[in-house]
């Protein structure tokens, strides 16, 4: 029989990812490729704890069906940690509880993305995106990312040309390159955008995790009414959990809300309540804390290995937060060349390709640092810089 799928699944980027995992976490590879916080950080006992609690103070109703908004006493917690964190008079009406910050993906651009509208992101681009986003077949237009954040110039020539849906960016610790927008930049955005119709969607899943401890602010702070951000539990608590939310304009939320709905009623109920208990007798700063540290320290060491070891031609990114940086490799040494190498020599890197949806990044690698100790840091930067010299 012929399988005659949806046009849309012919516009998915090419992925060579599950493969490219496949081989990474093969015995004696050392893996910087993956984008997992360190397992170490998740609190098992304590998560466990939480979850026995509810089982036996309210096992029934947090086993049952709820509503699509999320489970309130949680959407409560993250407005008020909006609130005193980051200044934003964000109320538990204004938060929607998704399955992981991935969902908001999809269904941002499902709400508002026809086929061949146009919306704009980095370059590059967080790769997730650029496949939640190719599904609805958007005409995406990239903005270069510079160290202080978009190139301000081709950003306001983008407005100016483009009716963008939707401006999608990752001020904090970007991935795959973990830059951070200097407060001018997220300032010079929100004037650009403002009195536009164009929405800025600001995806805050590494926002905790500087190494300072101290948050910056986002854009919506600039731009509230035109603002869409999202955050994530999977950095901070555990990824497994699949627990994210949403924060967007009420005319917003409600299409996104009727939108979930019809995907899947609600994200799991069970886990939001654990959640809730957990973030309720824990304290998440100290947590945050204590994880954005050794993050540092990880990132620290990754970046002085990288200029001890490999020829000056090759530069990378100094994060200030997150879990990933990015090389520009030395001219002429290809980004999948360095992966097949890498590999045979047992370390794992991501290529730059899949981030770059309009072309190019083939001179460009992602490193995670966040999931290897100090030792395999020094090994497998070690491996890498054999693999860079022999390439070279
Ligand atoms: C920038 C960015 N956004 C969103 C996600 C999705 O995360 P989650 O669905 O676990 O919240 C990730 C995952 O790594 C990410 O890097």
Wanted: charged fraction near 20%; include cysteine; proline fraction near 8%.
């Amino acid at each position: 029989m012929e399988y005659r799928f949806a046009r849309r699944m012919g516009c998915l980027p090419p992925s060579f990812l599950g493969e490219l995992f496949r081989v990474s976490s093969q015995p004696g590879v050392i893996s910087f490729a993956g984008g997992l916080p360190g397992t170490e950080h998740i609190d098992v006992e304590g998560i466990a704890r939480a979850s026995r609690e509810v089982m036996e103070e309210e096992g029934g109703s947090a086993l049952q069906y709820s509503t699509t908004e999320g489970y309130l006493p949680l959407r409560e917690y993250i407005a008020d940690r909006y609130r005193t964190r980051l200044g934003i008079p964000a109320s538990a009406d204004e938060i929607q509880i998704v399955n992981g910050s991935q969902q908001c993906l999809d269904l941002v651009a499902k709400i508002l993305v026809d086929p061949g509208d146009p919306v704009g992101m980095e370059r590059p681009g967080y790769l997730g995106a650029i496949e939640a986003f190719s599904l609805y077949e958007p005409v995406i237009h990239t903005v270069p990312l510079t160290d202080a954040g978009p190139d301000p110039e081709i950003f306001s020539d983008l407005l100016a040309r483009e009716p963008l849906k939707f401006f999608y960016g990752i001020p904090n610790s970007q991935n795959p390159s973990g830059r951070t927008y200097t407060q001018e930049c997220r300032k010079m955005i929100a004037e650009l955008l403002d009195g536009t119709d164009t929405l800025f969607y600001e995806d805050d899943a590494f926002g905790e995790l500087f190494f300072d401890g101290k948050p910056r602010l986002p854009v919506k702070r600039f731009l509230p009414e035109q603002g869409i951000m999202s955050g994530s539990f999977s950095k901070i608590v555990a990824p497994g959990m699949r627990i994210g939310w949403i924060s967007a304009p009420g005319p917003v939320l409600a299409r996104f809300n009727a939108a979930k709905q019809a995907s899947d009623l609600h994200s799991n109920f069970f886990c939001q309540v654990i959640l809730h208990h957990y973030l309720a007798t824990h304290d998440l700063d100290s947590h945050v804390r204590a994880v954005s540290r050794v993050y540092g320290e990880h990132c620290r060491l990754m970046c002085e290995l990288l200029d001890d070891l490999m020829p000056p031609a090759m530069t990378h990114t100094n994060p200030e937060g997150g879990m990933f940086l990015l090389c520009t490799l030395p001219p002429g040494i290809s980004s999948m060349k360095v992966f097949s190498e890498g590999v045979k020599e047992g370390v794992a890197i991501l290529p730059g390709v899949p981030f770059y949806v309009d072309g190019g990044g083939d001179d460009t690698i992602r490193l995670n640092f966040s999931n290897a100790s100090p030792e395999a840091i020094k090994e497998g930067v070690t491996r890498l810089a054999r693999v860079i010299s022999r390439l070279s």
